[in-house]
T-cell receptor, first 119, second 114 residues
Framework: AQKITQTQPGMFVQEKEAVTLDCTYDTSDPSYGLFWYKQPSSGEMIFLIYQGSYDQQNATEGRYSLNFQKARKSANLVISASQLGDSAMYFCAMREGLGSGGSNYKLTFGKGTLLTVNP | EAGVAQSPRYKIIEKRQSVAFWCNPISGHATLYWYQQILGQGPKLLIQFQNNGVVDDSQLPKDRFSAERLKGVDSTLKIQPAKLEDSAVYLC????????????FGEGSRLTVL
């Protein structure tokens, strides 16, 4: 089974509007972390935002916020006031086993969503 | 602070040839990761190092791929012999510790196997 599912291969949004990128995850681990990365055409992965499974409040970083619904196992990224420079691939990722005391906390990525911001 | 450095940025080889990629993580980062990203897919972890020890190499095709991090700093990923399906971007990432914080990625090395 897929650990991270991003159901939107592509999304379009008008400049200055808000957009939500979907992410659902699958884990039985009580302690985990969820990440969103942006990958522009240059190829570098840029960290955007992080949500821990025990965090009570939704994470926010500037124009990025994470809509965390633990019971539904979803961690959608909301980008407010879209800009042309937001056009890129966006990846949701999960790190499990944070409370296990081990050392293997690999990040598992979804397949990504290609966001295009139209002027 | 310097970011994660990778080289070469681009490499074109023929199948059955060999290739090596180099990565220098952010200074002080104990954990280093190599990911493979095939076009249209998310990155897939190949190998994770903690200092100079291997933590996870369960998805590394060990018959053709090898990686080392001898002094616990920079790392080399080698493919020998290369196959067509190895065409991908090889991303190196580092983190301060394995349990917390984000991974910092390099710009990647794009491999084309003809």
């Amino acid at each position: 089974a897929q650990k991270i599912t991003q159901t939107q291969p592509g999304m379009f949004v008008q400049e200055k509007e808000a957009v939500t990128l979907d992410c659902t995850y699958d884990t039985s681990d009580p302690s985990y972390g969820l990440f969103w990365y942006k990958q522009p055409s240059s190829g570098e992965m840029i960290f955007l935002i992080y949500q821990g499974s025990y965090d009570q409040q939704n994470a926010t970083e500037g124009r990025y916020s994470l809509n965390f619904q633990k019971a539904r196992k979803s961690a959608n990224l909301v980008i407010s006031a879209s800009q042309l420079g937001d056009s890129a691939m966006y990846f949701c990722a999960m790190r499990e086993g944070l409370g296990s005391g081990g050392s293997n906390y690999k990040l598992t990525f979804g397949k990504g969503t290609l966001l295009t911001v139209n002027p | 602070e310097a970011g994660v450095a990778q080289s070469p940025r681009y490499k074109i080889i023929e199948k059955r040839q060999s290739v090596a990629f180099w990565c220098n993580p952010i200074s002080g980062h104990a954990t280093l990761y190599w990911y493979q990203q095939i076009l249209g897919q998310g990155p897939k972890l190949l190998i994770q190092f903690q200092n100079n020890g291997v933590v996870d190499d369960s998805q590394l095709p060990k018959d053709r791929f090898s990686a080392e991090r001898l002094k616990g700093v920079d790392s080399t990923l080698k493919i020998q012999p290369a196959k067509l399906e190895d065409s991908a971007v090889y991303l190196c990432a580092s983190s301060l510790d394995p349990a917390g914080g984000e991974l910092f990625f390099g710009e990647g090395s794009r491999l084309t196997v003809l």
